[in-house]
């Protein structure tokens, strides 16, 4: 099982960005997907989440309104779209998957068996 994570970089305040995550090993459509960050010296946390099932997501307030998740399990391949960039989103940014759990619970890392490696995305301001 592995999730390669990508499309990390230096982006200037105001900019856009998009985060790939390509899976292998697994069936990647029967699987949950969530975006998690941690930024140096706080907890990993949870930003979006789309669920296996219908499709239906979930936003963090923080991140609401400027960033977009999808998924295409033709490729199995989801992404992050992250608009209007602030300095504040500089972080290591981690796609995870997960089996089985419920939508309620998605926003938790510890919900998610997989994990990518993590993409640096640093905003200037």
């Known amino acids: 099982v592995q999730l390669q994570a990508s499309g990390g970089g230096l982006v200037q305040a105001g900019g856009s960005l998009r985060l790939s995550c390509a899976a292998s090993g697994f069936t990647f459509g029967d699987y949950n997907i969530g975006w998690f960050r941690q930024a140096p010296g706080k907890e990993r946390e949870g930003l979006t989440c789309?669920?296996?099932?219908?499709?239906?997501?979930y936003y963090a307030d923080s991140v609401k309104a400027r960033f977009t998740v999808s998924r295409d399990n033709a490729k199995n391949t989801m992404y992050l779209q992250m608009n209007s960039l602030t300095p504040e989103d500089t972080a290591v940014y981690y796609c995870?998957?997960?089996?089985?759990?419920?939508?309620?619970?998605?926003?938790?890392?510890?919900?998610?068996?997989?994990w990518g490696q993590g993409t640096l995305v640093t905003v200037s301001s």
């Open positions: 789309i669920s296996d099932s219908d499709g239906s997501t």
């Open positions: 995870a998957a997960d089996p089985q759990n419920l939508m309620s619970t998605l926003m938790r890392a510890s919900s998610y068996d997989y």
